[in-house]
Nanobody
């Protein structure tokens, strides 16, 4: 059974930086696409960023472009999100997700890690 575990969230002031990480277990092959989503209080879950297994073609939500960077260690099926110049509106629970093959969907999820940005 594939399991994803996030770590690295926390509290930071506006303009600061946080790096969150996601490690996986229960799978021996390379995950096709890994991504980050977030859910802010009272809002729907939204896409943040994703990256495919050769670490090319990273995609970002417009709201985080130029501030967030997604990276991965494909050999370890780990994914990271470096968040810079954080804003209060970035406050959310951040979830790691996995799409195992190109024809699937994001159907494996972690439990989430809280990131809180104060003004």
């Amino acid at each position: 059974q594939v399991q994803l575990v996030e770590s690295g969230g926390g509290s930071v002031q506006a303009g600061g930086s946080v790096r969150v990480s996601c490690t996986t277990s229960g799978i021996s092959s390379t995950i096709y696409r890994m991504g980050w989503f977030r859910r802010a209080p009272g809002k729907e879950r939204e896409f943040v960023a994703s990256i495919i297994r050769n670490a090319a073609n990273a995609e970002y939500a417009n709201s985080v472009k130029g501030r967030f960077t997604i990276s991965r260690d494909s050999a370890q099926n780990s994914v990271f999100l470096q968040m810079n110049d954080l804003k209060p509106e970035d406050t959310a629970v951040y979830y790691c997700a996995a799409m195992l093959d190109p024809f699937g969907s994001f159907d494996k999820w972690g439990q989430g890690t809280q990131v809180t940005v104060s003004s």
